[in-house]
């Protein structure tokens, strides 16, 4: 079963529907003001990180926390750092998004190695991982090959990456009803249905 080693669907809904409004905004709207990428990635990122501190804090079910305690934290660091700095330039906010798309694409895969007994389906971890990890060595090999280009890339890679965690959260939907129905006994807290 997923659950424990990825969280609750609820989670991983949340931050996939963040991902692909994200990236549908940013394909809708390829001649966005580099101001209003920087609200809609900053604001993707900063929901995205505290959906996973969240969890990592309180899902008692959950078994690998530092992992995603780490996703969490790096998700708020990168969302902070763009609302904090709302005159950003467009190679500084580049360098943020890769930074981020980096450390979580890389640890996502480590986790998927490391946990691969343990979890069936393991690859569409990695996969989650492979693509953040494509995003951010695009944007450090091409910062300056035009910003439509890299917002079209931004745009599609976030939206595959908000697909993915939308089809794993059905997934650890699907399983946590299951279980529940089989054996009677909820996942979630007592007296809330499970999650």
């Known amino acids: 079963m997923m659950r424990p080693y990825i969280g609750s669907w609820k989670r991983l809904a949340v931050s996939g529907v963040a991902a692909v409004l994200f990236g549908l905004a940013t394909l809708v ?6 101001w209003a990428l920087v609200v809609l990635w900053g604001a993707f990122a900063f929901v995205d990180g505290i959906t996973a501190l969240s969890a990592a804090i309180t899902d008692r079910l959950l078994v690998h926390r530092g992992w995603v305690a780490f996703w969490g ?46 979890i069936p389906r393991a690859w569409s971890v990695a996969l989650r991982g492979v693509l ?12 300056g ?37 089989q054996t009677g006994i909820r996942t979630g807290r007592p007296g809330h249905a499970a999650s």
């Not at 953040?132 to 910062?143: F, Y």
């Open 29 to 34: 709207w390829p001649g966005v003001t580099l």
């Open 73 to 118: 934290l790096t998700g708020i660091a990168a969302g902070v750092v763009t609302f904090l700095w709302p005159s950003i330039t467009a190679l500084a906010l580049l360098v943020v998004i890769a930074t981020w798309a980096l450390l979580i694409g890389i640890s996502q895969i480590a986790f998927a190695i490391a946990a691969r007994k343990e």
């Open 132 to 143: 953040l990890v494509v995003l951010g060595v695009l944007l450090v090999i091409s910062p």
């Open 145 to 181: 090959d035009g910003a439509l280009g890299i917002t079209w890339a931004i745009g599609w890679l976030t939206f595959l990456f908000g697909t993915v965690q939308l089809w794993l959260a059905s997934v650890v939907r699907h399983e946590t009803h299951e279980l529940t129905s």
